[in-house]
């Protein structure tokens, strides 16, 4: 679902200057390490904030998983990272990249088409080191308030705590980059917390081993639902895959000989038992939720950003709160898009609209347009959770390119997209990571 009206708003770049920001950037993933980039490019000053001692973000692999597997336990330590051990890219290298710094510009790469997560964070780290981004980094420092100065509005307070140490800064603007798949986001059914078996939600889901010979609920069948259930099918003794867009009622698969589809779960019983909506019955041991994530900004204590059912408001084009913005910014929000390049281009239009080569209309202008995105939204029955959700429209990307006086996603680009899209979706998304640019058509 693009925003609404991609042609409202300024859209030539003019030649206005502002006087260079202070700009704190938290998160050293692929959106602070973007925003980085382009803030400095437009010559700002750049602090960012890492609480890890790794760049790199989600692509970081963090083999720890948190103490409660479903991650509701308010005391928990967090872990940042969600990946799997095993984990591809769901994009192929080709659209995995930034527009002007593409996956595939080293040789001696995984010839795969959808690369290990290693190699993905290789490719940051070199990102990183080719704009000189180190530098700007503090690592091992955790954000932990953003608020506007009470007495001078335009100013930020970041107050960070590095080790034992809290210290609070003042900022003309922040990007922030926290990422959104870090709070999972928990399955509700009657007699969940009474069910006796194991839950984990696949944030803290790592390798298949403590599945083996075990009759396993997943529940959700998108990307991460699907590949986890054929990694643990080939351990466990049975897999039964719930999901709400499935309209099979108990269908085995194809994808082994222990594998099943079932409709959403009605409810859970104290004696093991899992009753699907379609009155099916499943004595299981553990319930695995692939369930998606919140949107979460602890750290963040001015009002006026609300985070309802995933959908961060009011922001104008997902990025800018219209009453904070510009200095104030989100990068990285939307998704089902080609993520690297659609968070450079909102990373560099953020620094062209804070140095002033960029101009965002007025407040009442940029929530008359989310309004009116939201507007539509309703109006053809679009649930609020896909607010972010670009579903590989481009428009998006384009519209944001144009402000910086970029070309948008590149034709071979699309074609590639294309060409993956049509190869799964309706199909066969089991075999999704198949695609190949032979399949090009
Ligand atoms: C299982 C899984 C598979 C995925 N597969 C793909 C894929 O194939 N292709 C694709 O394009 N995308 C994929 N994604 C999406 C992926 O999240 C993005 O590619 C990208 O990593 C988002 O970058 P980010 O910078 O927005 O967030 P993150 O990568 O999450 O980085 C956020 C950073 O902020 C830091 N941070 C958070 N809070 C604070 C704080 N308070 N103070 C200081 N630092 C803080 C974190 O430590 C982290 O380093 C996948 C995501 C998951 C979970
Ligand atoms: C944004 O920052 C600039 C420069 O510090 C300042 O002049 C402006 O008033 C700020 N805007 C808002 C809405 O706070």
Redesign the pocket.
């Known amino acids: 679902m693009p925003p609404t009206d991609l042609t409202a708003g300024p859209t030539a770049v003019d030649h206005l200057t502002a006087p260079p920001h202070n700009v704190a950037v938290?998160?050293?993933?692929?959106?602070?390490?973007?925003a980085a980039r382009a803030l400095k490019a437009e010559g700002h000053r750049v602090v960012v904030?890492?609480?890890?001692d790794?760049?790199?973000?989600?692509?970081?692999y963090d083999p720890r998983v948190e103490s409660d597997p479903l991650s509701l336990d308010p005391n928990r330590e967090i872990v940042?990272?969600?990946?799997?051990q095993s984990?591809?890219?769901?994009?192929p290298r080709q659209i995995?990249g930034f527009s002007d710094y593409p996956f595939s510009t080293k040789t001696n790469r995984d010839p795969r088409t959808?690369p290990g997560?290693q190699e993905?964070l290789q490719f940051l780290n070199e990102f990183a080191a080719e704009f000189g981004l180190v530098e700007s980094i503090r690592f091992g420092?955790?954000?932990?308030r953003v608020e506007r100065d009470d007495l001078e509005n335009d100013r930020w307070v970041v107050e960070?705590r590095h080790q034992e140490t809290n210290l609070n800064e003042l900022f003309t603007a922040v990007v922030i980059?926290?990422?959104?798949?870090?709070v999972p986001k928990v399955a509700d059914f009657r007699g969940r917390e009474k069910w006796p078996g194991k839950q984990i939600h696949?944030?803290n889901y790592r390798v298949p081993d403590p599945f083996e010979d075990l009759i396993v609920v997943v529940i959700g069948d998108g990307?991460?639902g699907t590949e986890i259930s054929l990694e643990i099918a080939a351990v466990a003794k049975q897999v039964h895959l719930s999901s709400r867009s499935s309209e099979v009622r108990v269908s085995k698969m194809d994808y082994g000989d222990n594998m099943w589809q079932h409709s959403k779960i009605d409810h859970a019983n104290e004696n093991g038992e899992v009753v699907f909506e379609d009155g099916d019955v499943v004595h299981a041991d553990i319930i695995l939720h692939c369930t998606g994530?919140l949107y979460s900004f602890?750290?963040l204590k001015t009002e006026g950003i609300s985070v309802e059912e995933g959908r961060v408001g009011y922001l104008y084009k997902h990025i800018f709160p219209p009453k904070l913005g510009p200095n104030l910014s989100f990068?990285?929000l939307p998704?089902m898009t080609?993520?690297?390049q659609m968070?450079d281009f909102q990373a560099k239009w953020v620094a062209h609209v804070l140095s002033g080569k960029a101009r965002l209309p007025s407040e009442e202008e940029m929530e008359a347009d989310v309004r009116q995105h939201y507007q539509s939204m309703e109006e053809k029955g679009i649930p609020k959770y896909h607010t972010h959700s670009l579903h590989f429209e481009l428009d998006y990307l384009d519209w944001l390119a144009n402000q910086v006086g970029a070309k948008g996603v590149d034709e071979s680009a699309r074609l590639v997209l294309k060409s993956y899209l049509k190869f799964f979706i309706g199909r066969d998304k089991w075999r999704q990571k198949d695609w190949e640019p032979t399949n090009l058509m």
């Open positions: 938290i998160g050293a993933g692929v959106a602070g390490l973007a904030y890492e609480k890890s790794r760049l790199g973000g989600t692509w970081a940042h990272g969600s990946l799997y984990l591809r890219s769901n994009l995995l959808f997560h993905v420092t955790e954000v932990v960070s980059c926290n990422g959104h798949h870090t696949s944030h990307p991460s994530f602890p750290f990068l990285g998704y080609l993520v690297f968070i």
